[in-house]
């Protein structure tokens, strides 16, 4: 599909991409760059790529699809470096959770002849670095592109194709309903399990260790949240500030009607907003974008005892 794909950052997103793209055989030659020595060399080890180099111009010459990888805040400095080097009629994308900002640095640097679709594959894990990548990452996972009135639709179409090769669900919007549409969907829930962790890293020791020690899939889950990427997650609420803080705005006033619900002992109002909830989490597995296994499809050893039947009204930390 590409004669020469450039890969600037080698992180989980990137090296999954590398590994399904060599799998697929979507490039003919993988060019990966990246500015620390030892992540480079992680992704040699590994077999990632076909050429590497700490020069990101270097690494993007010829290439005929080149991927930003790197957190959206290096984005500036990443095309301050790249842009005369980028080759007319290449296409240039990225993986940033945010839109409006990549467009907002991208566009004035932008080359002419250099078609760019900035794309966000809603797919990863907390682990990071070269070694965290699997080439099954985005198999029936969603890829959105945030393709401007300008953009050259033979590009867009040339990089929707090359996401569904790599497995993804493909599906087009404009980059401010994007970030809206994340801000609730995954910045939100981010900055929600960082807050709560946190709180557990203010206690006390003694208590800290017990939380720890006896920890329910609720905070267990919140906490695999947490482990993400800090800088890239900074990035994230920094360059997504207004519609994050417009969906934490409707978050905290249903939060306070909760709240009010649990001191006032609003039995029904409680059970009902539970129901819909409940509903939604149906509705997930349902899409295919989560398992229904038990435990979350938590691998667990052979020997361990089978867990008991969750009644139907259970599904709670207890059950």
């Not at 945030?146 to 929707?160: E, I, N, S």
């Not at 404009?174 to 962790?197: C, F, K, R």
């Not at 691998?299 to 089978?306: L, T």
């Amino acid at each position: 599909m590409f004669e020469k794909l450039t890969l600037v950052g080698i992180g989980l997103i990137g090296s999954s991409i590398a590994r399904a793209a060599r799998l697929k055989g979507l490039a003919r030659h993988i060019a990966i760059t990246t500015r620390k020595t030892e992540t480079l060399e992680e992704a040699r080890a590994l077999g990632l790529g076909d050429s590497y180099s700490l020069d990101a111009a270097e690494a993007v010459r010829g290439a005929d699809l080149v991927i930003l990888c790197t957190p959206v805040g290096a984005y500036g400095a990443v095309m301050e470096s790249i842009k005369d080097a980028l080759a007319p009629g290449a296409i240039l994308s990225d993986v940033g959770s945010v839109k409006q900002h990549v467009v907002k640095v991208i566009e004035p640097l932008l080359p002419a002849g250099v078609h760019f679709v900035p794309a966000h594959p809603i797919a990863g894990t907390e682990h990071s670095g070269p070694s965290a990548g699997f080439p099954e990452l985005f198999v029936g996972r969603w890829c959105v592109l945030t393709p401007g009135k300008d953009c050259d639709p033979a590009a867009a179409a040339k990089l929707r194709k090359f996401w569904e090769a790599l497995g993804s669900n493909v599906e087009a919007m404009s980059a401010e309903h994007h970030d809206l549409v994340l801000a609730i969907t995954s910045h939100v829930p981010h900055l929600v399990a960082y807050n709560i962790v946190g709180t557990v890293a203010d206690l006390e020791a003694d208590t800290q260790s017990e939380v720890i020690k006896f920890s329910a899939s609720g905070f267990r889950d919140f906490t695999r949240i947490a482990a993400s990427d800090p800088v890239m997650w900074r990035d994230v609420f920094l360059t997504n500030r207004d519609a994050v803080l417009e969906m934490l705005g409707r978050f905290l006033e249903d939060l306070a009607a909760l709240q009010r619900a649990v001191r006032v002992g609003d039995g029904p109002g409680m059970e009902e907003l539970f129901t819909r909830t409940r509903a939604i989490r149906r509705s997930i597995i349902t899409a295919g974008q989560e398992t229904a296994a038990a435990d979350f499809g938590r691998p667990h050893p052979a020997a361990a005892p089978k867990p008991l039947p969750v009644r139907e009204h259970g599904g709670g930390d207890d059950a």
